[in-house]
Each structure stands twice: as C-alpha cells, then as structure tokens.
C-alpha cells in the first residue's frame, strides 16, 4: 500500500499544489529525539506545501500526532490524549486527526477501531507523505515496510531545524540492530541505516549558515555508525557550529578513542549519554546488552579522568524479570562509583513483539515502586555532588530564551538578570546547585 506515496511523485505534488487555500497544521510531539527530529522535517513539508503551522489546537485543520511506543505509559498518555480528540472532530467535522510515529506503526488498524475521529496513521518512514495524503483525501493506515525504511534516507537530506531555535537535530542513522531483549524500536523503526558521512557534514554546514550554532547528531546508537569518529572531527571544525552533541552512545561500542576526540575538539560538548541499563552483569545477558558492569564503568572512569568536567547521564531500568535484590543492589553499586550527572530511570514496562515480554514480569509493581524511589534518591545525591562543583564558578551557557540556558555540558542554568532570545550566550555565576538544575546570576 505504501509504494504508490513515493518520495518522487510526493515532491512534485506539492510544487503543483502550492497555490491553494492555505490550511493550517497542528503537530504534536511524544517521544524521543528522534521523533522531536522527525516532527522538525514534517513541519518543514508542510510549510513547503503552504500551510501555516500553529501550536494552537484550535485553529487546527490538520492535527498530526507523532507518538512513542517505548513504554506502556507511553502509549496510555498518546491514547488517551487522543481519544479526548473526539469532541474537536464534532465540532469541526472536516478536522483531519493524524497518528504518526511508532504507536501507528506498532497499533496500525488497533487505532482507527479504538478511535474513529482519527483519518490516517502512518508509520515513521511514512510519515512524511502526510501532506500528499491529505492532498488526494486518502484516509486508513500506511505503515512502513522494507522499502518505505529504504527511502527515507534521501528523505533527509535538508536541513532540519527551526528558525526561532539555535540548535539543530541531525539524525546520522535511523532504526537499531541490537534488539535489546525488552526493546520495541528495533520492531517500529526498523533496521539501522547509516546516513552518507558527507549529507551529515553537508547538512551541518547548511544549518550553520542559517545561523544554528548547535548541532546534536542522533542515532538510537549513534556511535554505531561506521564513520562516527570522523563525522564528529569534522562537524568539530566547522566555522559557525559551536556546540556538537551526539545522543544516544550505545556502552559496548564506547571506547576511549571518542573520548580522546571529544577532549580534543572544544566544538565538541563535553557530554555523554550512556545508557547502563543495570549494573548486574545476570541481568545485562538476560537484556541482549552487550557489554559488562565492569566495561561500563570503565569508560566512565576514563572519562572522568580525560575530562573531569564531562557530564555523563545514563539510562537504568528497574524490574526487570529476575532481578534480584542482588542484582539491584549491583545497580546501586555502579552508581555510587560512576556518580552521573543525570539518571533517567524507569520500571521494566513489557513490550508486544520483545523476547522479554515473553518472559515472566516477576518483579511486583510494589517492589519496582520501591526500587525505582530508592534508585532515584541515590540518582538525585549524585547529581547534586556533581551540580555542587559549580557553585561559585562562572558558566557560559546557550539561552533557551528568558533566564533560562544551558551549560555545554547540558546543565539547565536559571539566572536572575536580564533575559535573553534563544542561542545568545550568557554568562552566569552560579550561586546554587540542584539536583535537576542550576541557580546564579547573569554577569555577561
Ligand atoms: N537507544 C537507546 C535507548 C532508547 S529507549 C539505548 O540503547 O540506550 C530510551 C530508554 O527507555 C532506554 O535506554 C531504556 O532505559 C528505556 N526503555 C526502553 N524500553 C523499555 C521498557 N520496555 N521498559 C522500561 N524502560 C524501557
Ligand atoms: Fe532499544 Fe537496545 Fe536498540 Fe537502544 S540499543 S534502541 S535499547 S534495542
Ligand atoms: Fe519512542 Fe520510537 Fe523514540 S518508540 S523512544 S519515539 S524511536
């Protein structure tokens, strides 16, 4: 069903189409950074074809939801936000409600039966044919299949950001190939494929020259990509861009030589996510991750020695089927040694397709409850050991507009003094540190 939307016929319709009535587009974001990127590039198709973008619900003809099916939580929040929907289809018949994302392309069908008011989902390749679907009035469901995966890899070859933003998300590769024992992107997203090393640095440069002076280079596992290494030197070197990130570095192919490159390259921020997972070695092969507690703290350790001032943050997911108090208590233990910047932790959620859903979910909600709450103390103590290394220093952030900004570490930074439009620099002098965030005041 997907073939007949190509790419080709896609552009040339809205070259043809650019004259009509001008409609108006609400697009709302869940999930991660791939999403936030995928939403950045629709938007721009949509402005090609002539539509006003709004972030008022309201003013809506066309409503695109691009969801998230990494957790149940995930999926419950997007259901029931759309299910509210239903009232705005009545009072506006012609409304066209949109389901984008990995939600439509894990519930397909499942989706148009739960909630009629909603015309087309469409999965995350897909996705970018909306506008040429609307064109023609198709409704239903197109979901990705193996050659839809294939052709959006031309499908980002422009620059994919903002003009009110300062930073700009390039995805170097797309899907994963690890299939974590509890993970579903590897099923909604496909296999990886690497972007060319030259559209990457090529799009960078494009961006720099509409003035973006950030770039994050996304990837599920981004520094799989065969040409990491040189895509970071170079986008390093480029004249204008003077932050480069790079999310989500996969443990097992972390070594110390990307370290070395980031302590090189003042362009390169001095930030690491890594994602841990847990720190029992049992439960890590029972997750299909492919690395040790012990490996992982190493490359820690490297970093905190190459670059004491790096900030990392990880992932940890508790509740895992079999895990131990043994065993979490091994979680415990690395992050004690590895005292991160930042923890995002969540509670093993089962997910349909995984090899861990056919697992016994063993682990009572009442003891992931507990876990979780005493991960996240320990997270929080960390984190503020870290953020107090800052008291009484000078920072130099990025404003995100207002008094608010970041560190090139990802620190948030919030200032008493003058504000500022997103992307000026700021000097702050900190004067408090949180565990989530920072306090000073702006002397620059
Ligand atoms: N590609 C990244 C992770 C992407 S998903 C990596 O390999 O690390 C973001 C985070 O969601 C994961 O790191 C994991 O901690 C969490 N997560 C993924 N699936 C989950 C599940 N089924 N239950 C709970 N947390 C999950
Ligand atoms: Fe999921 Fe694992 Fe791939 Fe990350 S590396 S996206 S956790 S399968
Ligand atoms: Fe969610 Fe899809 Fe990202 S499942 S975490 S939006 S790749």
Known sequence: MGGQYSRESSKKIMKNTSKRIKKTVYI???????????????????????????????????????????????????????????????????????????MAQRMGEEIIERLPHVSIVVGPSTMFRIPL???????????????????????????????????????????????????IVPYVRGREQYRDKSDVINECRSIAKKGIKEVMLLGQTVNSHPRFKDILKEAASISG???????????????????????????????????????????????????????FLDI??????????A???????VGFPEEKNADFQKTLDIVEKAVFDQCFTFK??????????????????????????????????????????????????FSEGGRKGRTDTYKIVFWEGSPSPPGEKVIVNVKKAMPHSLKGVRVL
């Not at 950074?33 to 709004?54: C, P, V, W």
């Not at 103590?381 to 290394?389: F, G």
């Open 133 to 183: 679907m609307i064109e023609e009035e198709v409704e239903g469901v197109v979901l990705d299949t193996a050659d839809s995966v294939k052709e959006f890899s031309d499908y980002i070859d422009e620059a994919a950001c903002e003009k009110s933003e300062y930073s700009g998300y390039i995805p170097i590769m797309k899907g994963c190939n690890n299939f974590c024992s509890y993970c």
């Open 311 to 317: 900030s990392v943050s990880t992932d940890i997911i």
């Open 348 to 397: 093993y959620s089962p997910r349909p397709m995984t090899t861990a859903s056919k697992m016994d979910d063993d682990v009572s909600v009442k003891v992931k409850k507990e876990r979780l709450a005493i991960l996240n103390r320990e997270c929080e103590k960390r984190a503020l050991e870290r953020n107090k290394m800052l008291n009484g220093k000078r920072v130099e952030l």
């Open 300 to 309: 820690v350790l490297y970093i905190r020695e190459k670059i004491p001032s």
């Open 28 to 102: 709302k974001t869940f999930g991660c950074q791939m999403n936030k990127a995928d939403s950045r590039r629709l938007k721009e198709l949509f402005a090609m074809e002539g539509y006003n973008i709004t972030e008022k619900k309201s003013k809506a003809d066309v409503m695109v939801y691009n969801t998230c099916s990494v957790r149940g939580h995930a999926e419950n929040k997007a259901m029931s936000h759309l299910g509210r929907l239903k009232f705005a289809k009545k009072n506006k018949p012609d409304l066209k409600i949109c389901v984008v994302g990995c």
């Open 241 to 295: 861009i003077e932050r480069v990130r790079f999310v989500t570095s996969y443990p097992g192919q972390m070594d110390r030589e990307i370290v070395d490159i980031v302590a090189e390259h003042s362009a390169l921020c001095n930030y690491f996510h890594i994602p841990l997972q847990s720190g029992s070695d049992r439960i890590l092969k029972k997750m299909n991750r492919k690395y040790t507690a012990e490996s």
